[in-house]
């Protein structure tokens, strides 16, 4: 079925430096997308949103790039803290449907 | 504002045993609920959708009487897991969303042991 993959399990970064996160779908007809972030025990907690209209939007800290053609969304984060360390997922919806199918999440580790 | 919580936030439990975990919209009116399942490690899978008033609708390989789902009001929707085994542990977590909002506002989990 449909699905929505990560290319990195895990990301270790140094403190201060860049994150990129990377997620694939597959999902053409999604037209909405959402980057969680979960630390452990915890619920998602929601970062940044993105729909297929868009191909950037920036929040705090944080950039969401969306590219259809290749259907690849990705998370920045600018100035990565130790505070980031948690697991991210993206998630996706089609406009046909009420369901959220979240990828497979990547676990962001940032190095003091 | 859209905050959901979640009652207990752990439970342990013998098996053969019924536990029943809420899901509550403490500051806005929740027409739809969703219940998820994540075991360690792993990615939120749906188990099930919940509109205020009638049955929810459950996703394929989800045993609705083992997964008794009720959403009796705007405000609150109770998962009661029926004769609970130990591969019933996991995390639930909920999530809400209100009339004409795109955005899940999701709970903070429940962690249930089943000894």
């Known amino acids: 079925g449909e699905s929505v993959g990560l290319h990195l399990p895990t990301l270790s970064v140094q403190e201060g430096d860049n994150s990129i996160i990377n997620c694939a779908y597959s999902?053409?007809?999604?037209?909405?997308f959402i980057w969680y972030k979960q630390e452990s025990g915890k619920g998602p907690q929601f970062i940044i949103d993105?729909?297929?209209?868009?191909d950037k939007r920036q929040g705090q800290r944080v950039t969401v790039l969306l590219n259809k053609t290749v259907k690849h969304l990705s998370l920045q984060i600018a100035a990565t803290q130790p505070g980031d360390s948690a697991v991210y997922f993206c998630?996706?919806?089609?406009?046909?449907?009420?369901?959220?199918?979240f990828g497979s999440g990547t676990r962001l580790l940032v190095r003091p | 504002g859209a905050v959901v919580s979640q009652h207990p936030s752990r439970v342990i439990c013998k098996s053969g045993t019924s536990v029943k975990i809420e899901c509550r919209s403490l500051?806005?009116?929740?027409?739809?609920m969703f219940w998820y399942r994540q075991f360690p490690k792993q990615s939120l899978m749906l188990m099930a959708t919940?509109?205020?008033?009638?049955?929810?609708?459950?996703e394929q390989g989800v045993e609705k009487d083992k997964f008794l789902i009720n959403h009796a009001s705007l405000t609150l929707s109770t998962l009661t897991v029926t004769s609970a085994h130990p591969e019933d542990s996991s995390f639930y977590i909920c999530?809400?969303?209100?009339?004409?909002?795109?955005?899940?506002?999701f709970g903070p989990g429940t962690r249930l042991t089943v000894l």
């Open positions: 999530s809400a969303t209100g009339q004409g909002h795109n955005e899940q506002f």
């Open positions: 999902n053409s007809a999604s037209d909405y």
């Open positions: 993105i729909r297929s209209n868009m």
């Open positions: 998630a996706e919806k089609d406009g046909s449907s009420y369901k959220l199918i």
């Open positions: 500051d806005f009116q929740a027409t739809t």
């Open positions: 919940s509109n205020e008033g009638s049955k929810a609708t459950y």
